[in-house]
């Protein structure tokens, strides 16, 4: 079964509008931690965002939200006001708890590719 | 956020021949290291985990022998693809953990072309 499932393999979205982008997960894990990563055509891994299991508040950074609904295991990022420069790939990852440090990998999903209509 | 970079960004090379990718934190000292390989379009897959002083662990698939990995000091580890055949053909991008277990930070990504 697919740890990390993006449904949206695309999406077209006008200027200045928000748009939110899907991310569930599965894990047996009490304690992990979801991340969203923006991966604009030059190739690079830009991180946007994380959300810890534990965190009561959703995670905020700027024009990026984490819309984290724990009971149904969805991680959705949501992008307000989008810009030009936010089309790119966008991909949601998990890290799940282990006992060992420095066993910290990420899984990712297959990624959903924005692109902001002017 | 903290700089990781990648050497080289890119590299065409014929069949056969070994390539060497360094990955190196600029500004933070990191003990684990993670490489990763993707194909066009595709996800992320994580190939192994590189661990300062230690041997690194590969993901289930990936051979050891041919993908070799040195994670020689804090700052630096280096992926190997020996004897390289055209389906190596990709792009290799390695990330350092940060100080907190919630911090990954990524090259810049080397994208590797075998003639």
């Known amino acids: 079964a697919q740890k990390i499932t993006q449904t949206q393999p695309g999406m077209f979205v006008q200027e200045k509008e928000a748009v939110t982008l899907d991310c569930t997960y599965d894990t047996s894990d009490q304690s992990y931690g979801l991340f969203w990563y923006k991966q604009p055509s030059s190739g690079e891994m830009i991180f946007l965002i994380y959300?810890?299991?534990?965190?009561?508040q959703n995670a905020t950074e700027g024009r990026y939200s984490l819309n984290f609904q724990k009971a149904r295991k969805s991680a959705n990022l949501v992008i307000s006001a989008s810009q030009l420069g936010d089309s790119a790939m966008y991909f949601c990852a998990m890290r799940e708890g282990r006992s060992n440090f420095g066993n910290e990998k990420l899984t990712f999903g297959t990624g959903t590719r924005l692109t902001i209509i002017p | 956020g903290a700089v990781v970079s990648q050497h080289p960004s890119r590299v065409i090379c014929k069949s056969g021949t070994s390539v060497k990718i360094e990955c190196r934190s600029l500004?933070?000292?990191?003990?684990?290291m993670f490489w990763y390989r993707q194909f066009p379009k595709k996800s992320l897959m994580l190939m192994a985990t590189s661990n300062e002083g230690s041997k690194a662990t590969y993901e289930q698939g990936v051979e050891k022998d041919k993908f070799l990995i040195n994670h020689a000091s804090l700052t630096l580890s280096t992926l190997t693809v020996t004897s390289a055949h055209p389906e190596d053909s990709s792009f290799y991008i390695c990330s350092a953990q940060g100080e907190s277990r919630n911090e990954q930070f990524f090259g810049p990504g080397t994208r590797l072309t075998v003639l």
């Open positions: 959300q810890g299991s534990y965190d009561e």
């Open positions: 500004d933070f000292q990191a003990t684990t």
